[in-house]
């Protein structure tokens, strides 16, 4: 291009400063970080609980802790003050 103007570059925020890629970056990390912290506690009270069922979808599934959030509070309705005790299970 004869004018140095890359509509790609600019598109991916090498232009303008390249503010974006950073700003991309963090919101990546914060999705994956908010994604783990959800897939983790649900897959841990799943196992706690006896739901293999539960475990292998929640293992398999990643909807950004949305399914992750449902059977936490949904299937398995757990309080939030209680998200963070271990407590024994017996079904």
Do not use: C
């Amino acid at each position: 291009m004869a004018s140095g103007f890359n509509s790609f570059e600019y598109a991916m925020g090498f232009g303008a400063g390249g503010w974006m890629l950073p700003l991309a970056g963090l919101g990546f990390v914060a999705v994956l970080l908010w994604s783990l912290f959800w897939k983790g506690l649900a897959l841990w009270h799943a196992g706690q609980r006896g739901h293999p069922w539960w475990f292998v979808i929640l293992l398999v599934v990643n909807t950004l802790g949305i399914l992750e959030i449902i059977y936490l509070f949904g299937i398995a309705k757990i309080k939030f003050a209680d998200l963070f005790t271990v407590h024994r299970h017996h079904e």
